[in-house]
């Protein structure tokens, strides 16, 4: 019985044989391991092929753009445009001038060709006609060997000038026997669909009698003379274009809307302005801040401006005698003072009526009665020319 005890296994022997074997399980956990291992080198790789194929799309989308504009077969370019580049416009602003028109889309694309090319120093100023199936080997061609200077007349377009006033000085020619273009074709080009400018949208073109009246910048031109409909446009083109840089230095539209009113209504003002202080520019803040007056604390705001009666051919749609508030749009031309009279007035004037004498005086006062009282003394002493209200 003995030797029968002693041949069975004792227990701690079976312990220790099950602990021996238990080092064996780390072998399949190594190879768990492993298998993450190679699992997250795949989706780096997956991730790499994708980068690459989406490298791979974006270099050729960029390529395509590049030789459909390249080649002029792009569908969304001007079918045909008269582009002017002025004297000494660099390549970087020609590319930006072309892109402008319509007659390339990528003007990037165009400044590297002619880089690249060596053209950029190349190109003359003039005026040049473009088409839609024209590339870029056409042309840079055209403007390096087809620029020219066509004939041009100096005209000064004066402040206070209304629509009308500017069809005559253009139809009207010089002592050189130039003009710049007829009537007709300045009318039709006012209608002309051909100018982008941002303080277009703002326009009430229903309400408004002509379209730009207030918006054709006063100053001194040259302005082309080779061809009355196409310089017609031009000249609308350099004088709206001339506006839009004014207000952009200004930054007329973001100070209107910290004033609570919009663009419009503010070249309104100032065209008011221009006419109300008869080219007083030191008079024209304080001129300004009454008509605000008027609108901000009358109840029936008639801003009483007289030459606004007279706009246009005395049909009394801009007469604010008769009808309150702002007329429909501007009625002349206003300097760039009478602007910056009308986005900063006098804000220290309270006045809400003013007058002027015939030496050009100006008269401020805050009641009708005292108004009245200086326009009895201004007569009695053949001093008053006329009255704002």
């Not at 020609?94 to 053209?119: C, H, M, Q, T, W």
Request: aromatic fraction near 12%; charge should be negative.
């Amino acid at each position: 019985m003995e030797n029968e005890k002693m041949d069975m296994p004792v227990p701690e022997e079976t312990e220790v044989a099950a602990a021996a074997e238990a080092p064996q399980e780390k072998g399949p956990i190594k190879k768990k391991g492993r298998h993450r291992k190679h699992k997250k080198g795949g989706v780096k790789l997956l991730i790499m092929l994708i980068a690459a194929v989406l490298i791979a799309v974006m270099i050729v989308g960029v390529g395509f753009m590049f030789f459909t504009d390249y080649l002029g077969i792009s569908g969304s370019r001007a079918k045909e445009v008269t582009v002017e580049v002025p004297q000494g416009t660099p390549a970087s602003e020609i590319a930006e001038l072309l892109d402008d028109a319509g007659v390339i889309n990528y003007p990037l694309f165009f400044r590297l060709y002619s880089k690249i090319k060596g053209y950029d120093s190349m190109y003359q100023y003039g005026v040049y006609s473009f088409t839609k199936e024209d590339g870029y080997s056409a042309i840079a061609d055209r403007l390096m060997h087809e620029g020219y200077s066509p004939e041009s007349v100096r005209v000064t377009i004066p402040e206070r000038a209304s629509v009308d006033k500017i069809a005559e000085i253009l139809s009207t020619e010089n002592e050189e026997g130039k003009k710049v273009c007829e009537k007709s074709d300045f009318y039709a080009a006012l209608k002309a669909k051909a100018y982008d400018y941002g303080f277009i949208e703002g326009i009430p073109e229903s309400a408004v009698y002509y379209l730009f009246e207030g918006y054709l910048f006063p100053e001194t031109y040259e302005f082309y003379c080779y061809d009355s409909a196409e310089c017609a446009v031009l000249a609308v083109d350099k004088m709206l274009g001339q506006m839009d840089r004014v207000l952009l230095e200004e930054k007329a539209a973001e100070r209107a809307e910290e004033m609570g009113y919009t663009l419009h209504e503010v070249i309104t003002m100032a065209s008011i302005v221009e006419l109300e202080a008869s080219g007083q520019p030191e008079e024209m803040a304080s001129v300004a801040q009454v008509f605000y007056n008027r609108l901000k604390d009358w109840e029936n705001p008639l801003l009483g401006s007289s030459p606004t009666a007279k706009y246009p051919y005395g049909s009394g749609r801009y007469d604010t005698n008769k009808k309150p508030g702002l007329p429909p749009g501007p009625y002349c031309s206003p300097s760039l003072n009478a602007i910056r009279a009308a986005l900063y007035p006098n804000e220290e004037c309270k006045a809400t009526y003013f007058v002027t004498d015939a030496s050009m005086n100006f008269y401020y006062t805050y009641s009708l009665k005292e108004h009245q009282q200086i326009i009895k003394k201004l007569k009695a002493e053949d001093n008053w020319i006329y009255e704002t209200y």
